[in-house]
């Protein structure tokens, strides 16, 4: 029961806490009932939520009791953000989420035995009560001055765009959470992001107000590369998103391929189940052979597998490993071949094309000459194959699943060009 402490603290996943000593004993006595949140502020949980996914679940495998919350209520308000005020989305928009992200959450908590997981919504307990009750029976116990020290509020005070009202009231609704869940489910932990910890704090100070308690906090840290950019933004593509319709399994497993070195070995305790003895022996392998990505390519194969399973994560390695001449082409399926050439640059060409023509439509050479000079160094390949010929056609026939061609200049430069009626 307590050993989960030692081990989130050895993974370097307890930034913020409040009392580790007291939280400690508590679970000495038995498996407490626990809670993280997770907001529908969009179609999809993104890679810093997993990290919060996975803490649950490490909590759930020490016999400890979590309640995962989705926000159908405090996802109409939105945290406050520290730049700009958030978009307000429909109730409609907003339930239509709260299903999606139940379903992303629920396959990695285990919904029977003695701990079952639970799956609890705001909206709930929320909806149902008036204006009045809320500021009589809830803010009456916030002091506005303290709100006001809070990271974000405190940002946006000091900024053009300032706060509204709707978004300054949002950690009353956060703190209302944990007290009605420590009321009906005895929960006496909350767990979430480091960058949460003033929304996190309005809970426990809420409770001791109003119930007497004290009750317990665990605050992890941000996912953020060595330069303090968050995972996913410094690549300018935005979140790294678990959805596979917005960033493809493909797109998440050569993020982390492409991870910098320093930060490879964090991210390995903190996304991965994988014990201390195999994360040592791989830290050390990576260090002896630092040109083989061991640790990165290890850890993009347990996130993807974590996010995405055996099946779709065996077809990424597959096209990680064809696309540089190491594997068959063939054997991908179209989608996977798809989002791979995606990232790398897809453009499309009539069927009967030259070999020159579709370098030059991929972007791989400027110019027809350049496309005759990488030919004839041997430095041209369409799926694989070395072409002898800039101005040799390409028939449909040569095309893999989805109509698609692999093109690739050198060792590592490819891109894809899908074919379309000539």
Not at 27 to 41: E, H, L, N, Q, S
Not at 108 to 136: C, E, H, K, Q
Request: net charge negative.
């Amino acid at each position: 029961m307590t050993d989960v402490l030692e081990d989130l603290q050895w993974r370097g996943l307890i930034a913020l806490s409040t009392d580790l000593d007291e939280l400690r004993a508590e679970m000495a006595k038995g498996p407490i009932t626990y809670y993280c949140g997770f907001d529908p502020t969009a179609p999809s949980l993104h890679i810093g939520h997993l990290l919060q996914v996975l803490t649950v679940r490490r909590l759930q495998m020490a016999g400890h009791n979590p309640l995962a919350l989705v926000g159908g209520a405090t996802g109409l308000i939105g945290d406050p953000r520290p730049s700009a005020e958030r978009q307000l989305h429909s109730r409609d928009q907003v339930a239509e989420w709260v299903d999606k992200i139940r379903a992303q959450i629920e396959p990695y908590l285990d919904f029977t035995g003695g701990n079952a997981a639970r799956m609890v919504n705001n909206l709930d307990w929320t909806a149902p009560m008036s204006a009045i009750d809320f500021l009589r029976d809830i803010g009456k116990h916030f002091r506005v001055n303290k709100m006001l020290t809070k990271d974000a509020v405190s940002a946006r005070l000091n900024s053009d765009a300032g706060i509204s009202y709707t978004e300054f009231s949002y950690q009353i609704l956060q703190g209302m959470d944990f007290l009605e869940l420590f009321r009906r489910y005895g929960c006496r932990l909350q767990t979430g992001g480091s960058d949460q910890w003033g929304n996190l704090t309005a809970g426990t100070d809420l409770i001791r107000r109003m119930e007497g308690e004290s009750v317990h906090l665990l605050a992890t840290p941000l996912l953020v590369n060595s330069a303090g950019e968050k995972l996913g933004k410094s690549t300018g593509g935005g979140s790294l998103w678990m959805d596979a319709e917005m960033t493809s399994p493909y797109a998440l497993y050569q993020y982390f391929v492409n991870l910098e070195d320093a930060i490879v070995g964090g991210l390995l305790k903190q996304l991965t189940f994988l014990e201390r003895e195999e994360i040592e022996a791989i830290e050390k392998e990576t260090a002896e052979r630092p040109a083989a990505r061991i640790a990165q390519r290890r850890l993009a194969e347990e996130v993807t597998r974590l996010v995405h399973g055996d099946q779709e994560t065996a077809q990424v390695i597959a096209a990680s490993q064809a696309l540089f001449g190491r594997g068959s082409l063939a054997e991908l399926s179209a989608s996977t071949l798809r989002a791979a050439l995606r990232e790398a640059g897809l453009a499309s060409a009539p069927a009967g094309s030259t070999v020159a023509d579709l370098f030059i439509a991929a972007g791989l050479v400027a110019s027809r000459n350049e496309a005759r000079r990488t030919v004839s160094e041997g430095g041209a390949y369409v799926n694989n194959e070395r072409v002898a010929d800039a101005e040799e056609i390409v028939p449909a026939e040569r095309a893999l699943a989805g109509g698609l061609l692999v093109l690739r200049k050198g060792k590592r430069t490819f891109a894809g060009v899908e074919l379309t009626s000539a």
